[in-house]
């Protein structure tokens, strides 16, 4: 992504981040993307997504964080 020669605000960029996951679980077929305390719960034709037989884990514990981390675990689908 190019840089802006002015800092972006940590809103517009968590925003930019959210639509990455929207698209990511579009490409995914996923309808629903979900966190429950430290649970990513993923949803497709209604059916939950399990990763090993469970719900993938968050490690982040603030959202600002865990934004990306969900979008990295989508695009390992």
Known sequence: MARSLWPVPEAVENLIIF????LA????DIT????????????RRGDFILVAGKFPRLVAPEIEKRLP???ELL???
């Not at 639509?19 to 929207?22: E, L, V």
């Not at 629903?32 to 949803?43: A, G, I, N, Q, Y």
């Open 69 to 71: 981390e969900i979008l």
């Open 32 to 43: 629903r993307v979900e966190t429950r305390e430290d649970k990513l719960m993923l949803t």
């Open 25 to 28: 679980a579009a490409k995914e």
């Open 75 to 77: 695009r390992k689908l």
């Open 19 to 22: 639509t990455r996951i929207k």
